[in-house]
């Protein structure tokens, strides 16, 4: 088959780079549960890359390609992070660390943009009608968690800095 | 209590909450049926004045006069010739005025000393306040200042307000609890419309043949509405009513179809009516492509919601769906309200525009007896948002809008970077967020009471009590959250002052001062006028940024602000109003009586310059950017925005298997500062009592009256059951009762049980309109005791 190693490598870019922003989104609703909408709303788009990756291994495996699904962090992780964060809800401090959380959210997420864009390319360039199909799924839902984390950062940016 | 209404003339009306019938045909004018309540002893021949205001306890805006005998307030009447309730008033309105002569009133400031609030003249109080805000201002800088108002003051109030946060101060950090009560309904229009302002109006009810009503029940939250839909019921040719409700309100009862749905799911069933809407065809689809654009992927969106779909998750028949979904779709003149059951609940915004669009698919826009309206809840909440005090800036101008920048730099004569404009303007759930963290450390607020009414007060409460904050608190009564204040700025009330106001269907009535407020209470205008001159603010030629000085200087002031904006009132002056009672705005020379209906022609306030917002996600809440807009809506057309279910954040467990909402009482207003005064409204709701359906009542052994412990994850409060027609599996409590009428004040006391709902309630909020919502927690239910409820 041609082009095999190249579609083996743009699936790979959107498989990791979707699990690295489900890692992140994840870590961004769990640590700020103070901060709600943060809190509510990146669980909700957690769920999109979830079923991104769903969907990336059954579309893969229809072109012999396989993953080891690592699967979101283990339930202990998760407890101690919202232990954490529930003792250190109220903090003096202006909250830095939300802007580097949502920044590292978006940055994971322009990242996979960037590989449906190539996984996209290949499938125009090879006629792989399924996976032209699966981009115009996903890719949308990405530029969305993108845009999220872009309208977070202007609205809470001012704030936090200006009162450092 | 002096200036009482008699026992007899009260039990008369609480006992028919909507008066005699008074039917009408389809097309035909509503009937004046003039609604009046004196004090004992006073008729109208004693009256020795009529001073014209309008109604204060919900948003319906019905007129009224104010019957004054010796320098008091001694009853009301409704004017039959206004067009909102030709006459009728209801019970809160006939009764209430009675609590402005409480005496327990705020006569003097307070200012808090040693850790008690000590009178204070108005002086050291005003230079508490300023001293505070001047140094945070150079210490911190604008971020650190932040009011929070209501949507019970005055549009010359707001107005001033909104001058001196924008302009003055220079904070981003304004807005009003219409946050709680009417934000989604300024979104959904903005999202649809590209601007807001509503769209329908009253009227539209005398020529509808159906009504749908979306989580809207109108025979409580704005009774005198229900009553112009009861005189059709009752007459020849009456309309058909859809209703969308988990309890089965008065208004379920008369409806052809009432859909019971489990909370949080009003986008799923939303989504399958149009899903029914365009299966079937009943689209003009004509109407659509002249006037919108969107369909296209609001079919794809809808495509796979069938009402069999809709079903499993609305926990109604397929069946029911269907049916409502024809009823809608058939109907000649389609008319939609919406209110909280949609704006408090899960994806608030985008069901609230899925109604826009059941209407925008029919084309039923513009004309008697179409349209859409975007409820609200409170009597000036209108006002807020026109002014921009509720986190929107004034004039419905766009804070990405340079020109609109430029614009209200030119009125306020003040650089534009003057006004905050980097971001949206903070909302009221972020504001409490930065005072919890600490960079908001100044925090004025005026005519509410977020101890009883924001979600989760055990936070709430801690913010306000933290001592790093400085609260500033204005009111008429010591409310829950003025007992935690720093500064208690006494406020005259509905009656002791002038201004204008504008109800829900854009209809602005002036409202004048009768009497005097009581001590040294001032009204709002004055306080922040006060403040004003204390803080010296200047604009940049070094002259007074406020150059007026009482409420008819302060309405032309706005009126210019308004000119050329979708709610201009330049056509509107003081004594227009006097001479001719309620007119809706727009008014302007071109159109010197108001207008009833907004986009009769199929045009809308949307092209890129002219728009509110560019508009949101629906689903993240995200701001579309400028330069999608202009792809998207290059022509300014209405626009059909789609949005996918997600499941609710908060879903029933073993430990909390029962669903919470909250909700109003015909007798009372928010946290019964004043209905809670009036001997009539009290007696008929005096506590806290939480409905819960026959089946859920058999199962947990709970009787009528029974004592039952609420429980969420937030807290727990005790309330009487009353077993009604809600649906099973939900709880339905009214959110009225704090504890300003209880010893500890501003909480539970010690040992005893929490009364306000909000104890219970989850802090989350929709992410494209920042609503709280308070139908959206979990909860379980114990009997406490199963003694009686006396009542």
Redesign the interface.
């Known amino acids: 088959m041609t082009g095999q190693a190249g579609l083996r490598y743009a699936f790979a870019r959107v498989q990791r780079g979707e699990e690295a922003v489900t890692d992140h989104l994840q870590r961004l609703g769990e640590r700020h549960r ?4 943060i809190h ?2 990146a ?3 957690s769920t999109w890359s979830r079923d991104h990756l769903d969907q990336i291994a059954v579309a893969a495996a229809g072109h012999d390609i396989r993953f080891d699904h690592q699967g979101a962090h283990p339930a202990p992780i998760r407890h101690l992070r919202e232990t954490v964060s529930t003792l250190t809800g ?3 401090e ?2 830095m660390r939300l802007l580097e959380d949502l920044r590292d959210v978006c940055l994971a997420a322009t990242e996979v943009s960037l590989a449906w864009e190539m996984l996209a390319q290949h499938a125009q360039a090879g006629h792989e009608e399924d996976i032209l199909e699966l981009a115009g799924r996903c890719h949308p839902q990405t530029l ?2 993108i ?2 984390c ?2 977070m950062l ?2 809470l940016s ?3 800095l ?2 450092l | 209590m002096e200036d009482r209404v008699g026992d007899a003339s009260a039990r008369e009306r609480l006992n028919d909450l909507w008066g005699d019938r008074t039917p009408y045909d389809r097309d035909g004018q509503w009937p004046a049926r003039t609604d009046e309540c004196y004090a004992d002893g006073i008729s109208p021949e004693g009256v020795q004045r009529w001073v014209p205001a309008a109604s204060l306890l919900h948003s319906n805006g019905d007129a009224m006069d104010i019957a004054v005998a010796g320098d008091r307030i001694v009853g009301v009447r409704g004017r039959p010739g206004d067009r909102v309730n030709r006459g009728r008033l209801d019970i809160k309105d006939l009764y209430a005025w009675q609590a402005n002569h409480s005496g327990d009133r705020l006569t003097t400031p307070l200012i808090r000393r040693g850790g008690e609030l000590v009178p204070a003249d108005w002086d050291s109080a005003m230079t508490t306040v300023a001293d505070r805000s001047r140094r945070l201002l150079d210490e ?2 604008p ?2 200042v932040a009011f929070y108002t209501s949507g019970q003051l005055f549009a010359e109030a707001y107005y001033t307000l909104a001058t001196i946060a924008r302009a003055g101060i220079g904070t ?1 950090h304004l807005d009003g609890n219409t946050r709680l009560c009417t934000a989604t309904a300024g979104e959904a229009l903005k999202e649809t419309f590209g601007s807001d302002g509503q769209p329908a109006s009253y009227s539209d009810i005398d020529h509808a043949d159906v009504i749908a009503l979306f989580g809207h029940n109108v025979a409580e939250t704005q009774p005198v509405l229900w009553m112009r839909i009861l005189d059709r019921l009752a007459g020849t040719r009456p309309p058909q009513l859809l209703v969308v409700d988990p309890r089965r309100t008065p208004v379920a009862a008369r409806a052809s179809v009432h859909l019971a749905t489990r909370p949080g799911t009003n986008l799923a069933l939303m989504n399958a009516l149009l899903h029914e809407l365009i299966s079937h065809g009943w689209v003009d689809h004509e109407w659509l492509g002249q006037h919108t654009v969107g369909f296209d992927e609001l079919a794809r969106q809808v495509a796979d919601c069938t009402p069999e779909w809709a079903a499993g998750i609305c926990g109604i028949e397929s069946a029911e769906i269907s049916h409502a979904a024809e009823l809608a779709g058939t109907a000649d003149r389609l008319l939609a309200t919406v209110l909280q059951g949609f704006y408090q609940a899960h994806q608030a915004t985008a069901a609230a525009v899925q109604v826009n669009n059941l209407v925008l698919l029919r084309g039923m826009l513009g004309r008697p007896g179409c349209g859409v309206l975007q409820m609200n809840g409170q009597p000036t909440a209108e006002n807020t948002r026109e002014c921009g005090a509720n986190g929107d800036l004034p004039g419905f101008r766009n804070w990405e809008n340079t020109d609109h920048i430029a614009q209200l730099a030119e009125i306020w004569n003040v650089e534009p970077l003057q006004i905050p404009h ?3 303007p ?1 909302h009221a ?2 504001m409490f ?2 005072a ?4 908001i450390k100044f925090l004025w607020i005026s005519g509410t009471n977020p101890v009883v009414s924001l979600p989760e007060l055990a936070r709430i409460r801690s913010i306000l009590a933290d001592g790093q904050l400085f609260v500033v608190v204005q009111d008429i009564f010591l409310s829950e959250t003025a007992a935690l204040a720093d500064v208690v700025l006494p406020a005259a009330t509905w009656g002791e002052k002038t201004g204008t106001f504008t109800n829900a269907d854009r209809t602005v009535h002036l409202s004048e001062k009768a009497v005097d407020p009581p001590g040294d209470a001032r009204s709002d205008l004055d306080i922040f006028l006060h403040y004003a001159a204390a803080m010296g603010f200047k604009d940049r030629d070094g002259q007074p940024l406020i150059g007026w000085s009482d409420p008819e200087s302060a309405f032309e002031a706005w009126k210019r602000c308004s000119a050329g904006r979708p709610c201009d009132y330049t056509g509107l002056t003081y004594d227009l109003l006097r001479q001719r009672g309620g007119i809706q705005w727009p008014c302007t020379a071109a159109a010197p009586d108001g207008t009833e209906r907004l986009y009769t022609g199929g045009t809308f306030w949307a092209t890129p310059g002219q728009c509110e917002s560019y508009g949101r ?1 629906l ?5 579309v950017e400028e330069t999608e807009y202009r792809a998207l809506n290059p022509d300014g057309k209405a626009i059909l925005k789609a949005a996918r279910y ?1 499941q609710p ?1 908060e879903t029933v467990s073993d430990d909390y298997p029962m669903q919470l909402i909250t909700g109003r009482s015909v007798y009372h207003f928010h946290t019964r500062t004043k209905t809670a005064r009036v001997p009539q409204l009290q007696a008929a709701a005096p506590r806290v009592w939480a409905e819960l359906s026959m089946q859920d009542a058999r199962r947990l052994h709970v009787t009528d009256g029974a004592l039952l412990d609420i429980t969420s994850p937030r807290g727990r409060i005790r309330a009487a059951a009353r077993i009604s027609d809600v649906r099973p599996g939900v709880i339905f409590v009214p959110f009225h009762y704090g504890y300003w009428d209880t010893e500890a004040l501003t909480r539970p006391g010690p040992g005893a049980p929490g009364t306000a709902a909000n104890e219970l309630t989850i ?3 929709d ?1 494209v309109s ?1 609503q709280p919502l308070f139908k959206a927690s979990v909860c379980r239910l114990e009997v406490a005791t199963t003694a009686v409820d006396d009542r």
């Open positions: 103070d901060d709600h909408e509510h709303v669980r909700d788009l109220r903090r003096p202006p909250d969305r968690q845009r999220w872009n309208t202007k609205t001012p704030q936090v200006t009162s | 911190h800088g971020g650190s981003n980097y971001a949206p903070t759930m972020q967020r930065y919890e963290q600490g960079s996600d689903i993240t809440g995200a701001s997600l954040h802090t989350d909020w992410p920042k």
